[in-house]
Nanobody
Framework: QVQLVESGGGLVQAGGSLRLSCAAS????????MGWFRQAPGKEREFVASISRSGGSTYYTDSVKGRFTISRDSAKNTVYLQMNSLKPEDTAVYYC???????????????????WGQGTQVTVSS
């Protein structure tokens, strides 16, 4: 069992930056593939980014490539999402997720993720 707690959300103007953090409980953080998803009002939850156990493989949805960066710090049991050049369409609740799936390096299939955080609100004003 792992608990995930997101932080770092807030209100920012378009073009600004935010860094989200997700702290994981437990001693096996390095055994989880980690992902970020988001859900805007009236829309389905969508994949944003993921990072493999080693950190060597990352995946991004097309709309955030070149603007967002996912990283992890195993010493701190934390995964980050650096978000630059934010746009109003990035407004959503952002969720951190952890996957225990074998032979999985990450990706957009939310069925592969076993644990979810409570979410943090990101609002980008125009």
């Amino acid at each position: 069992q792992v608990q995930l707690v997101e932080s770092g959300g807030g209100l920012v103007q378009a073009g600004g930056s935010l860094r989200l953090s997700c702290a994981a409980s437990g001693r096996t953080f390095s055994s989880y593939v980690m992902g970020w998803f988001r859900q805007a009002p009236g829309k389905e939850r969508e994949f944003v980014a993921s990072i493999s156990r080693s950190g060597g493989s990352t995946y991004y949805t097309d709309s955030v490539k070149g603007r967002f960066t996912i990283s992890r710090d195993s010493a701190k049991n934390t995964v980050y999402l650096q978000m630059n050049s934010l746009k109003p369409e990035d407004t959503a609740v952002y969720y951190c997720a952890a996957s225990t799936a074998n032979y999985y390096t990450g990706g957009p299939d939310d069925r592969r993720y076993d644990y979810w955080g409570q979410g943090t609100q990101v609002t980008v004003s125009s």
